[in-house]
C-alpha cells in the first residue's frame, strides 16, 4: 500500500493530483471548505492545548491550515508514505513561506500511543480495507482523552475511482460503537454528496 502512495508522491504536482484526484492543482476553494468542515466537526476542543491527531495527511493540505489557524494546538500528522511526507515538508514552505512549527510528521500507519485530545481524517479512509478502518477506530478510542472527538470522512456508495472501499452508515456506526461505546452522528457533505462525515466524543 506505501509503494503505490509513494509512486504517486514524485513531485509535488504529481502528489497534489493524487490526493485531490482533479487535473486542477491549486486546491482552492475546496481546501477551505474542508479545513473549515473538519475545523466546526472538532468544536468545542476538549483542550485547549491537546495534541491532534491527523490519519493519512497526505503532501498536508488539510493539517498546514489547520495548524496555522491553531497555533495553540500541537498537530501530529501521520501518513504510511514517507514521500507523501517529503512533499509536505515541501508543500509548507509554498503554503506559508515558513516551516509551521506546530506539526511533527511520522511516517506510518499505526496510531502513535500517547494521549490525543482530537483526531480527524479525509479522504482516507476509502483506499482502507475493513479491517484497516476497525483497527483505525478502535485505536484513536484507545488514545483519545476524555471528550475528545474523532472526525473522519468515508464514502458510501458509489465513487469514481477503483482504489476505494464502500461502507454503509450501519457497518461505521457498529464500529464506533463497538470502540467508543456510544452513538457517532453522521452528516453528510455540502460539496461532494457521497461524501459522509462521522463524528464520535470519547466518553
Ligand atoms: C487521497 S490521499 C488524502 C490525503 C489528505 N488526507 C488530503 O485530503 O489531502 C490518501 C492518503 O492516505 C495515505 N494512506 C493510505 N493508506 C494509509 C494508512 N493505512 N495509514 C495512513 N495513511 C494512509 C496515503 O499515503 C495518502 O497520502
Redesign the pocket.
Known amino acids: ?1 506505501s509503494a503505490y ?1 509513494d509512486d504517486q508522491a514524485d513531485t509535488i504536482e504529481t502528489a497534489m493530483r ?2 485531490w484526484s482533479e487535473d486542477d492543482t491549486d486546491f482552492g476553494e475546496r481546501q477551505l471548505d474542508c479545513v473549515n468542515r473538519i475545523e466546526g466537526l472538532l468544536q468545542p476542543w476538549s483542550l485547549p492545548r491537546a495534541e491532534v491527531l491527523e ?4 503532501m498536508g ?2 493539517t498546514f491550515p489547520m495548524a496555522y489557524r491553531n497555533p495553540s494546538h500541537r498537530f501530529a500528522a ?4 514517507q514521500q ?1 511526507i517529503d512533499r509536505a515538508l515541501e508543500y509548507q514552505i509554498e503554503y506559508s513561506g515558513e516551516t509551521i512549527r506546530n506539526v511533527k510528521f511520522i511516517a506510518t ?1 499505526t496510531v502513535p500511543v500517547v494521549a490525543i485530545g482530537g483526531a480527524y481524517s ?3 479512509f476509502q ?2 480495507d475493513r479491517a ?1 478502518v476497525k483497527t483505525y477506530i478502535r485505536d484513536v478510542a484507545a488514545v483519545l482523552v476524555p471528550g475528545g472527538r474523532f472526525a473522519f470522512q468515508f464514502v458510501e456508495g458509489e465513487y469514481h475511482s477503483d482504489n476505494d472501499h464502500r461502507y454503509t452508515i450501519d457497518e461505521m456506526a457498529y464500529w464506533c460503537f463497538r470502540a467508543f461505546g456510544r452513538a457517532v452522528e453522521f452528516s453528510h457533505d455540502d460539496v461532494y454528496p457521497q461524501w459522509k462525515w462521522a463524528v464520535v466524543v470519547k466518553r
Do not use: F, K, P
Not at 490519519?55 to 497526505?58: D, R, S, T, V
Not at 501521520?78 to 508514505?81: A, E, F
Open positions: 500500500m502512495w493524487a490526493v490519519i493519512g495527511c497526505g493540505r488539510v501521520i501518513d504510511i508514505s507523501m500507519d479525509m479522504l482516507v483506499h482502507l484497516a
